[in-house]
């Protein structure tokens, strides 16, 4: 069953955010991962909503984004990731 991780973002500094996104993919490929979409909040139709900009990322399954999360190429990212924006980042298991 796929995973995903959507991250929800605010961006505090774009330089740093530009070359952190220009990174991740690399991380992404040994785990068969697929950037499903990113793009920038328009509307919050209920509740409310403080981040800007999110990402979706699909797995193949919930071994891998914990494998892609563990691995030492995304973790090396993470300090970058921090100064970049404020992102939560939520693992989803797909329940079809």
């Known amino acids: 069953m796929p995973a995903y991780v959507i991250g929800h973002i605010t961006v505090k500094d ?10 991740v993919p690399a ?5 068969s991962a697929d950037l499903m979409f990113r793009g920038k909040t328009k509307t919050v139709l209920s ?4 981040h800007t900009d999110v990402v979706v990322i699909r797995f193949p399954d919930a071994q ?16 970058l990731r921090t100064e970049a924006a404020d992102v939560d980042l939520i693992n989803y298991e797909a329940a079809l």
């Open 14 to 23: 774009d330089d740093k955010w530009a070359e952190y996104r220009h990174q």
């Open 27 to 31: 991380t992404l490929a040994p785990w």
């Open 64 to 79: 891998a984004l914990d494998d892609w999360y563990s691995s030492e190429a995304y973790q090396a990212l993470i300090p």
């Open 47 to 50: 509740g409310s909503h403080v």
